[in-house]
T-cell receptor
Framework: DVKVTQSSRYLVKRTGEKVFLECVQD?????MFWYRQDPGLGLRLIYF???????EKGDIPEGYSVSREKKERFSLILESASTNQTSMYLC????????????FGQGTRLTVV | GENVEQHPSTLSVQEGDSAVIKCTYS??????FPWYKQELGKRPQLIID?????GEKKDQRIAVTLNKTAKHFSLHITETQPEDSAVYFC???????????FGKGTLLTVNP
């Protein structure tokens, strides 16, 4: 079974802190994604990566950055956390071009106070 | 970029009835159309998908239909059961990128 693991299930951070959300997949997938999920807004893509060190902006990249130094790990960084970044963050991975079935992590509920 | 519209946002049915959820998309180059189910407190999981070279796909009580000309696709659940209650998301991918763009979701409630 594909396993996508996010480092934390719940996080509470203060406004202005730099926050790191980590995601690891164990199936040698090429593509990795970060989404945020808010009630009534569905899943919105923040950033995605189709190869090591490659990244592309999604639909809502403002206030976020990402890092992919190794194929299995994709990190989401909140440079200076703000209260409007309180949300559920979901990481996903997919095999690659020609097979885009996505497998999700369990999610990180981030609260910024 | 791709725009995915999903309707309805909530759907309540009686056990045994059918449920239909519809999605429209904007990019005619899109070629992969999955549906995900998310139960309360759990991660989204793929339940069925279809590619642009077919018009319909079935898996037991679940089916997806695709109309590429009209750029819409639908999820059909027959003989609904209480365990079908969840949020369902449609998604679209393909063309020149790897992005998977999701609809806003449909909360399906199946009443016993």
């Amino acid at each position: 079974d594909v396993k996508v693991t996010q480092s934390s299930r719940y996080l509470v951070k203060r406004t202005g802190e730099k926050v790191f959300l980590e995601c690891v997949q164990d199936m040698d997938h090429e593509n990795m994604f970060w989404y945020r999920q808010d009630p009534g807004l569905g899943l919105r893509l923040i950033y995605f990566s189709y190869d090591v060190k490659m990244k592309e902006k999604g639909d809502i990249p403002e206030g976020y950055s990402v890092s992919r130094e190794k194929k299995e790990r994709f990190s989401l960084i909140l440079e200076s956390a703000s209260t409007n970044q309180t949300s559920m963050y979901l990481c996903a991975s997919s095999p690659g071009l020609g097979n885009t079935e996505a497998f999700f992590g369990q999610g990180t509920r981030l609260t910024v106070v | 970029g791709e725009n995915v519209e999903q309707h309805p946002s909530t759907l309540s049915v009686q056990e045994g009835d059918s449920a239909v959820i519809k999605c429209t998309y904007s990019d005619s180059a899109s070629n992969y159309f999955p549906w995900y189910k998310q139960e309360l407190g759990k991660r989204p999981q793929l339940i069925i998908d279809i590619r642009s070279n077919v018009g319909e796909k079935k898996d037991q009580r679940i089916a997806v239909t695709l109309n590429k000309t009209a750029k819409h696709f639908s999820l059909h659940i027959t003989e609904t059961q209480p365990e079908d209650s969840a949020v369902y998301f449609c998604a679209v991918s393909g063309g020149s990128n790897y992005k998977l763009t999701f609809g806003k979701g449909t909360l399906l409630t199946v009443n016993p």
